[in-house]
């Protein structure tokens, strides 16, 4: 079995559901309590953390938007979530309907594999 030199990042698929205290701000509120709210309390709490943000409003109504967040490490991901809990985005804005935490083709780093993956063509 190769030896990994780092542990695989932490991979958080966090399923959430806007809240009506949410919707009622403009566009551009929103995006400034994002900015003022919680990009500051998790760049004060942890690095190595990175999201990406999508939609799903329009496929369904029991969660709003998918968060997936990358973490270097599981204490980045601990910190990254006590950061989060402690703003209004956190069961005010939104609610947190499930996370769906994991790392990248574990089985294979388990096993020894090469990781199964389809290629664009």
Do not use: C
């Amino acid at each position: 079995m190769p030896s990994e030199e780092t542990a695989p990042p932490v991979t958080a698929f966090m399923l959430v559901k806007t809240t009506p205290e949410w919707l009622a701000l403009t566009p551009q509120e929103r995006a400034n309590a994002f900015a003022t709210q919680v990009v500051p309390a998790i760049r004060a709490k942890t690095t190595g953390v990175r999201s990406r943000f999508y939609d799903t409003e329009f496929y369904s109504t029991r969660v709003t938007d998918v968060w997936v967040w990358e973490a270097d490490d599981h204490h980045a991901y601990q910190l990254l979530i006590d950061a989060l809990r402690e703003t209004p985005f956190w069961d005010r804005y939104f609610e947190v309907v499930d996370l769906l935490v994991g790392t990248e083709n574990g089985y294979a780093r388990t096993y020894g594999f090469d990781p199964v993956a389809t290629l664009a063509t």
